[in-house]
DNA sequence: ACGGACATGTAACGAGTTACATGATTAT
DNA sequence: ATAATCATGTAACTCGTTACATGTCCGT
């Protein structure tokens, strides 16, 4: 239901095609969701049918054609509906955990590693979360307090990247230390 | 793939039934993943046609019979293999925060209701967490060495709750001085 | 000539959810 | 009686991934 919804909310904010939200779920909301182009299509393709969204076709000058989805009355009364609605708890699924959970078959040169790896995709993600954080603060006024709620959930993004990178820091000490005993 | 690999990691780690393994995912590894006792089912079936998992039908007294499955050396050799591999960058899945990204068209009193509920629910994660934590401080010494990495990812789990924690009593004492304004 | 950005799609498959189904034992 | 725990499964469906497919324009 999710990619439902992030779909809906972004064209709330601004109408666009496929190829744009694309590029708009990895600039703006990777912090929270992530989905490739198919997805996009196939959820926009679904949307339209059920008449949540209006689809405009724009021939462009040097670029191919585009459809333009924005939502319709139903669509922005199906958002409300759902906003309200409690979530259900989450379901984690962490893949690098699992991985570590059976990191007792591992060296422990490949031990650090695999946390070192782990610790440089974090460090990425929070640079990338920490310059989104500067646009916004250098937006517009108005935008800022409309979505503040929005801009919450990125500040928890760098939370949440502060904390992998803490975690991997303290586990390549403590691995660096037990070679040296 | 991850799904897999943790049910091949935990009948590494003792064996066990499909009912077993659900009970054991959400007692200890519920901090990285879940599954409900379906995908359980489905995977151990697969791992078994595959020829990595053996099975061994147990007759109960008084209760119904199990099917208690353990890892081949097939099994054992692909778990290793799985593990030396560099895991694919996170997907990150955060259908909370989608709610909160279209959290504008909420009043500041369902807001405010939204992020306790979820303050709750991660209150609640940190206790069982650390009440597995204390359960493992407990245990043998040896098999606390052995399952070392093991140990972190629960020490992981615990630092994102608190992570979660302090954002949503951030984010309530916001809401609260903005209603005196 | 070649790669990258723009733009949209199909097909097949694998992973995850929801609903349904059965049946014994134990505790209240 | 009735609910909870133990124990295993099928069927239908949605969601997510991977691979394949097409075609233009722009810069080097």
Redesign the interface.
């Known amino acids: 239901?999710?990619l439902r919804?992030?779909v809906?909310?972004l064209l709330?904010i601004e109408p666009g095609s496929g190829y744009d939200l694309k590029r708009r779920f990895e600039r703006s909301?990777?912090?929270?969701?992530?989905a490739s182009h198919q997805q996009m299509y196939r959820e926009l393709h679904k949307l339209h049918q059920e008449g949540l969204l209006d689809c405009e076709e724009q021939t462009q000058a040097g670029k191919p054609d585009k459809k333009v989805y924005s939502l319709t009355e139903l669509g922005r009364a199906e958002?409300?509906e759902?906003?309200?609605q409690?979530?259900?708890?989450?379901?984690?699924?962490?893949?690098?955990?699992?991985?570590?959970?059976?990191?007792?078959?591992?060296s422990r040169d490949?031990?650090r590693d695999?946390v070192e790896?782990?610790l440089h995709?974090h460090r990425a993600s929070l640079q990338n979360y920490q310059e989104q954080n500067e646009r916004v603060l250098k937006s517009d006024t108005a935008l800022q307090e409309?979505?503040?709620?929005?801009h919450?959930?990125l500040?928890?993004?760098i939370?949440?990247e502060k904390?992998?990178i803490?975690?991997a820091e303290g586990?390549l000490e403590e691995l660096e230390e037990s070679v040296k005993t």
């Open positions: 239901m999710s919804f992030a809906l909310t709330d909301v990777s912090h929270f969701w992530s958002l409300r759902w906003v309200i409690p979530s259900a708890p989450q379901k984690i699924r962490e893949p690098f955990l699992v991985r570590m959970f059976a990191g007792h078959n591992l490949e031990q695999a790896a782990q995709q409309r979505y503040w709620l929005a919450q959930t500040l928890f993004g939370e949440a904390t992998w803490r975690w586990l």
